[in-house]
């Protein structure tokens, strides 16, 4: 077993996103405080279910993703790499965490049509070529951004 390897055996993932809300590094969101709940339908309805949501009467929609693959280790990593790239307007946010039935929830940022590729699937043909290069852009900036923060990791600058 490589260091790496039992290090991760030994981290405690429920205990760091115990603390992490504790000190204010991560919003817990009471999950009986999510008003107009809409499932959104996805392609892998089997991996988990996607509920579009109001928080405590609000009007701000927010997405509460529960998966039966999410577990706490995959939500602690989610969260920290959130944290790498959490300033670009062209990539949906990670507002929180909720927690259902024992069961963790990653709360984000609503995206009106939904991914890009159900939004490209569903409107390519009728976006004009003005309109395909501002995505092919935006979508290009957002992979340099995650990619130089990536880099900046690698080489501790």
Do not use: P
Not at 41 to 46: C, G, L, T
Not at 47 to 66: D, E, H, S, Y
Not at 77 to 106: M, R, T
């Amino acid at each position: 077993m490589s260091i790496t390897e039992k290090q991760n055996k030994d981290f405690n993932y429920v205990d760091w996103i115990r603390k992490a809300i504790e000190n204010n590094f991560i919003t817990y969101y009471d999950h009986n405080e999510f008003k107009n709940k809409k499932k959104i339908e996805n392609s892998n309805n089997s991996v988990g279910k996607i509920f579009k949501a109001n928080w405590n009467n609000t009007n701000t929609n927010l997405v509460v993703k529960t998966s039966y693959e999410l577990d706490a280790e995959k939500i602690v990593n989610e969260l920290k790499a959130q944290q790498e790239v959490n300033f670009h307007k062209n990539i949906l946010q990670i507002y929180g965490i909720s927690k259902l039935d024992n069961q963790y929830s990653l709360v984000l940022e609503y995206a009106d049509d939904g991914s890009l590729y159900s939004y490209l699937k569903k409107s390519f043909t009728k976006l004009g070529w003005d309109d395909k290069y501002c995505l092919a852009l935006q979508l290009a900036n957002a992979i340099d951004f995650i990619h130089s923060k990536a880099c900046a990791k690698c080489t501790g600058t």
